[in-house]
């Protein structure tokens, strides 16, 4: 076992602090997540354990990711936006998102002597060979596709319907179980032992599409009254336990640090990787039935795949009881920043320039630096937006332009692209300075592969 080493680290938050650079991390993403699913912000789901830990640590009240999965999870763990590596890492995709040899921010943490652990939805490119385990993660769990169906563990018809795994070798464990419950059972049984430092990262398929939980969870909403039609109160009660049975999940990874002894020297991450879908049908191999009432982003407009605020703005904190101080930071931030930010923290230094996008958010995060006007950007196959302090621009694929003041209008009612015609130019402007260093064409030995 390592011994814990330490460090000063005033140059992160303007002040003398010691942190344990052998700090664990727990790092967990849900799946289409919406802005108003949880109680934090008033939804009628009960959501108990994930309350308890953004109200214990740092709300993140403007955490910005990409409108859909492959997006978000290529500039988690690269720290690049996903148009760096190609236009099929612009939507959802099957295809290898990150070249080999790709440093991520497991690779750089394993470098640093952290044992990485990876349970759930991978959808960084759905064959063996381009799964967790040839990107930085010792061992892994779950599935490589955008989603599978959480009783028969299965995507859609077609060359990737089966990608169930154990550290990318198939695993035929197909309609044994529950997939939430398993990937969470897996990570819980990780932490149990007790290998330090560790990083793990928990992404959840819930609260995707096929949208079913356990009946002990959907007893939880039986007499709760959504909808008054029929087949849509039946989906909102079903996507209601499914939610919750998310939240039942991260309370027993939160319990096995506890009960572990490792509480006070593990941060814990917690985002979605888009906004919330209004509705779908069941594409996968399945029979649990379309959900016509699934997710809600309210007040926020727009869904996931949108490059509105409800579709890449997303619910998010960070908890560590034993350095960080209940807060709600309301500074723009973005999943690229999670790589230098994490790896920073412990002190795992890149062996490269990896050109990233993010920054260090650790100094925003503990409230010890008001930081400048940033500018963010949203590559997107449908379009894309940049943010510059509390102006964004959406540019549609028409060529249509919507200009909005996030500061004075934050649920963009109010476009003012043609009262602020200068405005416009400038954000443009840095707009088409971003997308140089994109990568127009998809790679080589990607381009015939279905």
């Known amino acids: 076992m390592l011994g814990a080493v330490f460090v000063q680290i005033s140059y992160f938050t303007g002040c003398a602090a010691v942190l344990p650079t052998r700090s664990n991390i727990v790092f967990i993403l849900a799946d289409d997540l ?4 949880v109680g934090w912000h008033g939804a009628p789901i009960q959501t108990p354990n994930l309350n308890r830990l953004v109200h214990e640590g740092v709300e993140l009240d403007q955490h910005y990711v990409q409108p859909v999965c492959t997006p978000t999870r290529t500039a988690l763990m690269s720290g690049r936006y996903p148009s760096r590596f190609g236009p099929h890492t612009l939507r959802p995709s099957n295809l290898r998102a990150l070249p080999s040899g790709t440093e ?3 690779s750089v943490l394993r470098s640093r ?3 990485t652990y990876q349970s ?3 959808h960084l490119g759905s064959r063996m060979e381009w799964g967790p385990n040839h990107y930085g993660f010792e061992h892994s769990y779950g599935s490589l596709t955008s989603a599978v169906d959480p009783w028969t563990h299965l995507y859609r018809k077609g060359p990737y319907m089966k990608t169930w795994h154990r550290d990318c070798v198939p695993l035929d464990e ?3 179980g529950n997939v939430t419950d398993q990937t969470a059972a897996q990570a819980v049984r990780w932490i149990r032992e007790k290998h330090e430092p560790w990083f793990l990262y928990m992404a959840f398929n819930a609260v995707h599409i096929p949208v079913d939980a356990p009946d002990e969870y959907k007893a939880m909403y039986a007499g709760q009254s959504f909808d008054p039609d029929p087949k849509r109160n039946e989906s909102r009660r079903r996507f209601a336990a499914f939610v919750t049975q998310l939240d039942a999940k991260v309370g027993q990874l939160v319990a096995a640090v506890d009960e572990t002894g490792q509480r006070g020297r593990t941060l814990i991450d917690f985002t979605s990787d888009n906004g919330g879908l ?3 049908d069941n594409a996968y191999v399945s029979k649990v039935p379309p959900t016509p009432f699934l997710s ?12 509105y605020e409800g579709g890449i703005r997303v619910p998010a904190f960070v908890n560590w009881p034993s350095v960080l101080k209940p807060a709600k930071i309301t500074a723009p931030m973005h999943a690229v920043d999670w790589f230098p930010t994490l790896t920073a923290l412990v002190g795992a230094r890149p062996p490269r320039d990896l050109a990233w996008d993010g920054q260090n958010v650790w100094p925003v995060i503990t409230g010890r630096v008001s930081p400048p006007p940033r500018t963010l950007y949203w590559p997107y196959h449908k379009g894309n937006a940049v943010r510059h302090g509390d102006w964004k621009l959406i540019v549609g694929t028409d060529g249509r332009a919507e200009l909005f003041n996030l500061a004075a209008d934050p649920y963009e009612k109010h476009d003012l692209a043609e009262r602020e015609p200068a405005r416009v130019r400038a954000l443009q402007t840095r707009l088409v300075a971003l997308q140089v260093a994109d990568r127009k064409e998809i790679p080589a030995d990607l381009q015939n592969v279905p």
């Open 104 to 106: 991520t921010l497991a």
């Open 174 to 176: 197909y309609g044994k």
């Open 113 to 115: 002597g952290y044992a």
């Open 296 to 307: 809600s982003n309210a007040p926020l407009r727009g869904q996931k795949g949108e490059l």
């Open 278 to 280: 209004w509705k779908g």
């Open 34 to 37: 919406g802005w108003n699913d």
């Open 120 to 122: 759930g939805k991978w």
